[in-house]
């Protein structure tokens, strides 16, 4: 089960960051990402993390801006996001896949279990 949290308001140029905690399951050996979807929009991929924490994939949309990692011991995956832009605004989704193959997946398909969404919104 995951537990996105950390959504909100902010303004334009803001930071936010996104956690998402993980209980019953072995989180570590778990690939996992974050999707976002806006209104009317279908859901895409943000960022993604191998395992380890050694590898980390983004989308051209966020890269530079946002980071992707991962804290083992807590069972927790965490979004940082700065220089946030209006465009960002969207419900944001953490998502694991189980089978922890490969990382940095970009379908949201490929991702077995989600955690509920926190919204994310970017004023200007």
């Known amino acids: 089960q995951l537990q996105a949290s950390g959504g909100g308001l902010v303004q334009a140029g803001g930071s936010l960051r996104l956690s998402c905690a993980a209980s019953g399951g072995t989180f570590s050996s778990y690939a996992m990402a974050w999707f976002r979807q806006a209104p009317g929009k279908e859901r895409e991929f943000v960022a993604g993390?191998?395992?380890?924490?050694?590898?980390?994939y983004y989308a051209d949309s966020v890269k530079g801006r946002f980071t992707i990692s991962r804290d083992n011991a807590k069972d927790t995956l965490y979004l940082q996001m700065n220089t946030l832009k209006p465009e960002d605004t969207a419900v944001y989704y953490c998502?694991?896949?189980?089978?922890?193959?490969?990382?940095?997946?970009?379908?949201?398909?490929?991702?077995?279990?989600w955690g509920q969404g926190t919204l994310v919104t970017v004023s200007s």
């Open positions: 998502a694991a896949d189980s089978s922890g193959i490969v990382a940095g997946l970009r379908a949201a398909y490929e991702y077995d279990i």
């Open positions: 993390i191998s395992w380890s924490g050694g590898s980390t």
